[in-house]
């Protein structure tokens, strides 16, 4: 069982930077794939990033392509979310969340194919 717990949100103004981390624990961080999702009020969740078990694979939306980069440190058990120039309409509850993957380059963009979750962190971009 893994635990994931986010970090790093908060309230920023359109074109703002912030850094969300996710650390993970109660398992072998190594053996996950890892994602980035957001829901806004009254909307679907989105896949945001993901990230390979290597960290040699990237996925992203493609909104979010050159301003937001996602990347892991697998001896500290963490995956990180730079986001850059950022935009009201980005404001979300944001979650990291685990994919068991038996492939060290696969990445996946499905929310039902992540294993854990963590409970998200808010992430408010004034206009």
């Known amino acids: 069982q893994v635990q994931l717990v986010e970090s790093g949100g908060g309230l920023v103004q359109a074109g703002d930077s912030l850094r969300l981390s996710c650390a993970a624990s109660?398992?072998?961080?190594?053996?996950?794939?890892m994602g980035w999702f957001r829901q806004a009020p009254g909307k679907e969740r989105e896949f945001v990033a993901a990230?390979?078990?290597?960290?040699?694979?990237?996925r992203y939306l493609d909104s979010v392509k050159g301003r937001f980069t996602i990347s892991r440190d697998n001896a500290k058990s963490t995956v990180y979310l730079q986001m850059n120039s950022l935009k009201p309409e980005e404001t979300a509850v944001y979650y990291c969340?685990?994919?068991?993957?038996?492939?060290?380059?696969?990445?996946?963009?499905?929310?039902?194919?992540?294993?854990?979750w963590g409970q998200g962190t808010q992430v408010t971009v004034s206009s």
């Open positions: 969340a685990a994919d068991r993957s038996y492939d060290w380059v696969v990445v996946n963009e499905t929310p039902t194919l992540y294993d854990y």
């Open positions: 109660g398992g072998t961080f190594s053996i996950y794939a």
């Open positions: 990230i390979s078990r290597s960290g040699g694979n990237t």
